[in-house]
């Protein structure tokens, strides 16, 4: 067995105490990968007055972020799967933390650009790898689910406490210290990861050959100039239009490029394939893996168009901005706690759908949100509803995804998870822009409410479709997670519960 299916590691042998501050070092890692993106949200006008950038421009200071992290997912999730994950975590944070104080340290647009793109690639060999380790660390299926929540749950919190903490740096500090707290953080984990997860042992080593066929190059090459593609399409999309040949030429080839990986992946042999199509027959693992395009989307259109408004046309300060956005950060916390309590008393998938029909009720409040003396009546309650279930269908969403397929494929599985997420906030982003846009183009121009309405509409219209294709297509068929290991084991599809024993 490899080093990357992991107790390799000894890490399930681990006492209480180590695995406990394991995990807080794997939560301080994914809160990190969503606060990168967050917390520029108060520092862009900063950094763009700073060094002259465009408000155009300045959309790639979180696109390029977004296009690598999405784009390199499925390479970490390999690697962590067939090499020992602690190193691809080492190495990822590494990245990210020493990128970080390089951006600290720059006074210019295009370098600026390039360092949050290799930030992007070292968050991207963070997740799956740490989602591994988790994995591994807590067989226990109870104990696993817990663990999950807590890790996903933090995805959620470095999302929204991201731009109020943001807000307190830029206000009090300088936008570089922005860079140097994540230069910090990172750092500091990828050497608590290196003292603190013991020395793998193998005792079956696989040939370096096979090794590089199970990485699949050229499978997760093409899917990743892909992505890249599709992520520069979109962004550009809202900027440009998207009737430019620049945009519509790079769409064409990403969809060719998507088609080609899923006709490469089912013509070789399935050891060798980075998403061989059996992992399409997981119960539920489609619908899902689609699941992901709501939490990130939600969050971060909410925060695009409230901070913006808010700050440009209100005229309120950036701390100001982010006071008003506390109802999310403290509505996580609390969903935190009512999503544990849903998972342990009820079948996941009715968890999802109430907290799908939760973010629904909110995120119709929003439309009609459209003045300041509207904050309490509609954007509180909208914050508050819309927070709960999105965060209770994204922990939920989370955990099932590893209850439905075997933990030798856990990397992969939380590459193509935490790539959803990361598309569905780069598509929707550049989907709600271009709808706003082109609304205030008729209706009142930039300092209106209409295109911002048009946006919530178009956001109610996608978690409702959402929560009907999860209603309609996800098998009720994944138990509560106090449920003991032999009825974890019988509720598992038969194709998962064999490649289980197997691998």
């Keep these: 067995m490899e080093a990357s299916t992991q107790d390799a590691n000894g890490l399930a042998g681990l006492s209480s105490a180590r695995k406990s501050l394991l995990l807080a070092v794997f939560c301080f890692a994914q809160f990190l990968d969503t606060f990168n993106n967050s917390s520029l949200f108060s520092a862009i006008p900063r950094i763009s007055d700073s060094l002259d950038i465009t ?3 300045s959309v790639w200071l979180l696109s390029a972020y977004q296009l690598t992290f999405a784009a390199f997912l499925l390479s970490s999730g390999r690697l962590s799967d067939v090499y020992n994950a602690n190193y691809v975590f080492i190495s990822g944070a590494s990245i990210m933390g020493l990128s970080a104080l390089g951006g600290g340290f720059v006074r210019s647009q295009v370098p600026l650009i ?10 991207a060999l963070t997740v799956p790898s740490a989602l591994q380790l988790v994995v591994t660390m807590y067989p226990d299926p109870s104990q696993q689910g817990k663990a999950i929540t807590i890790f996903v749950g933090t995805s959620a919190l470095g999302n ?4 109020f903490i943001g807000a307190i740096i830029v206000a009090f500090a300088s936008w570089p210290w922005v860079f140097y707290v994540i230069a910090i953080t990172g750092i500091t984990i990828a050497v608590l990861s290196w003292i603190l997860v ?18 699949d190059p050229i499978g997760v090459g093409i899917l990743s100039i892909a992505l890249i593609l599709f992520v520069f399409a979109v962004t550009s999309g809202s900027i440009t239009g998207w009737g430019s040949a620049r945009v519509i030429a790079n769409l064409i080839i990403a969809i060719v490029l998507i088609i080609a990986f899923f006709v490469w992946e089912a013509s070789i042999p399935e050891e060798f394939a980075a998403v061989p199509p059996r992992m399409w027959r997981y119960q539920n693992l489609g619908i899902l893996i689609a699941t992901a395009l709501l939490p990130f989307l939600w969050f971060g259109i909410v925060m695009m168009l409230y901070s913006w408004l808010w700050q440009e046309v209100y005229g ?17 916390l609390l969903a935190l706690v009512v999503s544990d309590v849903g998972q342990k008393n009820f079948r996941l998938k009715w968890v999802i759908l109430a907290g799908m029909f939760i973010a629904m009720v909110g995120t119709v409040l929003l439309p009609f949100a459209d003045s300041q003396s509207r904050y309490w009546g509609f954007v509180f309650p909208g914050f508050v509803l819309g927070t709960t279930g999105v965060t209770i269908t994204f922990t939920t969403a989370n955990i099932t995804v590893f209850k439905v397929t075997p933990p030798t494929v856990a990397g992969v599985v939380g590459a193509l998870f935490n790539c959803c997420l990361n598309l569905g906030c780069a ?3 550049a989907i709600i822009t271009s709808i706003q846009t082109s609304v205030e183009i008729h209706h009142g121009g930039p300092t209106s409410y209409d295109g911002r309405a048009a946006g919530f509409w178009f956001l109610f219209a996608f978690v409702t479709l959402l929560a009907v294709c999860v209603a309609i297509f996800m098998e009720n068929t994944v138990p509560p997670v106090k449920k003991d290991i032999a009825n974890e084991l019988e509720a598992r599809p038969p194709v998962a519960a064999k490649e289980s024993k197997s691998g």
């Design 198 to 215: 013991p020395k793998a042992q193998v005792s079956e080593e696989p040939s370096r050959q096979n090794k590089f066929k199970r990485l």
């Design 114 to 123: 390039v360092i949050r793109a290799l930030m992007g690639i070292g968050a």
């Design 427 to 429: 598509t929707g982003s």
């Design 160 to 163: 929204v406490i991201g731009l």
């Design 316 to 332: 309120w300060s950036a701390v100001n901005t982010a006071i008003r956005f506390l109802p999310i950060n403290v509505t996580g």
């Design 55 to 57: 408000n155009a421009n």
